[in-house]
């Protein structure tokens, strides 16, 4: 896949679509500000390969439905974190799975991890590796443990814990608190 974050115009667009059509890519992620549903018509409407959307457009489940309606993707992409929360992901997961279509889930995360876990119309987890800032198998000081570690074999497993199957360190956070009401 390749995520190319609002960088392109239309005919940029396209003209780098076509060069990932011919190198097999999975799929083509935000090449154009998903603001303009029908640029994103336009672009589907001439590529082989899959056009995921929209990632990051407010408007919850309701704009996904939109770019389904219009045509603009041929993969729905939500996240918890960009898409309203999981009771708005799963609606927009379940709006896919109407259109069969699948809905691949941007981000990682407890909330990402569970909504993933309960559909089966994703075939991806979204898992940071590389950043320059970030060591993404070092939990952050207010969890114990990261919640999507990879394995040996490079798969991450379901969370067992009880909830989202978060670890808390309930310790930093009391220590960091600011205010109780």
Request: charged share 20%; with cysteine.
């Amino acid at each position: 896949m390749l995520d190319a974050n609002h960088w392109y115009r239309r005919t940029e667009a396209l003209e780098l679509g076509r060069a990932l059509e011919r190198l097999d890519f999975a799929w083509y992620e935000e090449p154009m500000e998903e603001a303009s549903i029908s640029s994103y018509q336009w672009l589907a409407q001439q590529l082989a390969v899959p056009v995921i959307g929209p990632e990051t457009a407010g408007g919850k489940h309701f704009v996904r439905a939109e770019w389904i309606r219009a045509g603009a993707c041929d993969i729905l992409r939500a996240g918890v974190d960009d898409c309203g929360g999981i009771g708005a992901t799963l609606k927009a997961v379940h709006l896919a799975e109407a259109f069969n279509m699948d809905c691949e889930i941007h981000g990682n995360g407890s909330g990402n991890l569970a909504v993933l876990g309960g559909s089966e119309s994703g075939r991806w987890y979204e898992r940071g590796l590389l950043h320059p800032h970030v060591d993404f198998d070092r939990p952050p000081p207010h969890r114990h443990s990261v919640v999507d570690a990879v394995d040996a074999e490079g798969l991450v497993a379901m969370p067992t814990a009880p909830g989202l199957g978060d670890d808390w360190n309930l310790g930093h956070i009391a220590a960091h608190t600011v205010d109780t009401w």
